[in-house]
């Protein structure tokens, strides 16, 4: 099993739709946690971490999940600008990296 | 805002070249890293370091070695380059305080090897 998993998608959704993403992660120690943004041959680029008791940014709502060891990132009211991979990453003692997940807003 | 800086977007380099890819950060950040990107995998870490000559390995440093001689830069040396190591490579910082804080990436090295 890998240590973090993403669904890869794609996840094909109209503006104004709403979606989420799970990030499932295997170590029960892991501390911190992150999502980030990574557009077509562009390097990832933060866009929120993910606290304990969940937080928020705009359109972005970020979960996390220890009893059952996820993350999640909800995006509400989609935008064509947020056709992007999301990538969650997972910390312990090293960082962890999901595959990401493709995600193509339509008009 | 951190700045990481790539020395090359696009390399091509044929087999069996020793290939060096460049790294620095203005920041002032201890903990670096080199990850190379591909399809399907996700990043995968390659070394790191948390301080200036110190380096570990990460999930596949086979064929690749790497150098901090300066707190500011990372290099990552592909000593015989092989087809198999073509892909993007991606260097990252991040600072020692706030233990976890989150990475910041250079704009990637694409290499292709012939």
């Known amino acids: 099993r890998k240590e973090v998993e993403q669904d890869p998608g794609p996840f094909n959704v109209p503006e104004g739709a709403t979606v989420a993403f799970n990030c499932t992660y295997s170590n029960s120690a892991s501390q911190s946690f992150f999502w980030y943004r990574q557009d077509c041959r562009k390097e990832p680029k933060l866009l929120m971490s993910v606290y304990s008791s969940g937080n928020e940014d705009g359109r972005f709502t970020a979960q996390l999940n220890r009893a059952s060891q996820y993350i999640s990132l909800l995006i509400r009211d989609s935008k064509l600008s947020d056709s992007a991979t999301y990538l969650c990453?997972?910390?312990?003692?090293?960082?962890?990296f999901g595959a990401g997940t493709r995600l193509t807003v339509k008009p | 805002d951190v700045k990481v800086t790539q020395s090359s977007r696009y390399l091509v380099k044929r087999t069996g070249e020793k290939v060096f890819l460049e790294c620095v950060q203005d920041m002032d950040h201890e903990n670096m890293f080199w990850y190379r990107q591909d399809p399907g995998l996700g990043l995968r870490l390659i070394y790191f370091?948390?301080?200036?000559?110190?380096?570990e390995k990460g999930d596949i440093p086979e064929g690749y070695s790497v150098s901090r001689e300066k707190k500011e830069r990372f290099s990552l040396i592909l000593e015989s380059a092989s087809t198999n190591q073509t892909s993007m490579y991606l260097c990252?910082?991040?600072?020692?305080?706030?233990?976890?804080?989150?990475?910041?990436f250079g704009n990637g090295t694409r290499l292709t090897v012939t």
């Open positions: 990252a910082s991040s600072s020692l305080t706030g233990a976890h804080s989150p990475l910041h």
């Open positions: 370091s948390y301080d200036v000559k110190m380096k």
């Open positions: 990453v997972v910390i312990n003692n090293d960082m962890r």
